[in-house]
């Protein structure tokens, strides 16, 4: 009789915590839902027009700047689906960084649900000013940030600085990185030249640095930057320290 009265008190426990009706999911869901509205376009990254593009740029880092353990940073990154996957494919601790709060909680909820917690941290900052200290990170990352970026040779500058004698910032206007998918490619480079023929408008500020990228540099005192190019859409600033 007692075992039969705890299986029925088991069960109906079980019931009451799968319930969609529990009032700490939906008050979860909830707060998920928010944060969601409150990052417009976060999807074309996570799962719609961009997505393809960032686990075969987290291998091409990987590859051509040997990432394996260490610290890297993501400048820009919104939800940075790309930290998410070098994270997922290195041993290395990652910092997203960007200026919209909204965008750091709701990768915090991506984070978790990837099984990263703690090894991708979002940070709240302004690529201006960084929160971090001198010689902190191997790697930093940042695409399509340093067009909207007021103080472009500022920016430049922390980034030097925060970067390890012997590190790696790879710094992008643009550009989809030479692994991803030729079809994938191809259509994103035909949305992309779309803003050049007037059939989209194009973002506010987004004419940028371009090849302008290694006047920056200059201007910020950084030596021996190069320029990496990718047909028609990409310009790559590489800084070595």
């Known amino acids: ?31 998920v839902a928010m944060l969601r509205e409150k990052v417009p376009g976060h999807e074309r990254h996570t799962t719609g027009h961009f997505a393809p593009m960032w686990e075969p740029m987290a291998r091409q880092m990987i590859e051509d700047y040997d990432l394996d353990a260490g610290v890297a940073l993501d400048i820009g990154s919104s939800c940075s689906p790309f930290l998410i996957e070098l994270a997922k494919r290195t041993d290395m601790t990652a910092y997203a960084v ?16 990837a099984e990263l917690t703690g090894r991708v941290i979002p940070v709240e ?15 930093i990352f940042s695409r399509g940030t340093i067009p909207f970026v007021p103080d472009q040779v500022q920016a430049l500058r922390e980034t030097y600085r925060v970067l390890k004698p012997g590190g790696v910032a790879f710094i992008g206007h643009g550009g989809f990185g030479r692994l991803l998918d030729p079809e994938d490619r191809d259509r994103l480079v035909a949305w992309r030249l779309a803003w ?36 028609e859409v990409g310009w790559w600033l590489e800084i070595r320290k």
């Open 1 to 31: 009789m007692y075992r039969l009265l705890l299986a029925r008190i088991l069960v109906a426990m079980a019931l009451i915590l799968l319930s969609p009706s529990d009032p700490i999911a939906e008050e979860s869901d909830g707060y």
């Open 98 to 113: 960007d200026i919209d709060s909204w965008a750091m909680r709701l990768l915090g909820v991506m984070v978790d649900e």
């Open 125 to 139: 900052g302004d690529w201006q000013d960084l929160p971090f200290k001198d010689d902190f990170a191997d790697f």
């Open 196 to 231: 050049d023929t007037g059939e989209r408008a194009r973002p506010e500020g987004w004419d940028g640095p371009k090849e302008g990228l290694l006047d920056l540099a200059e201007e910020a005192g950084i030596p021996d930057a190069q320029l990496l190019t990718e047909p």
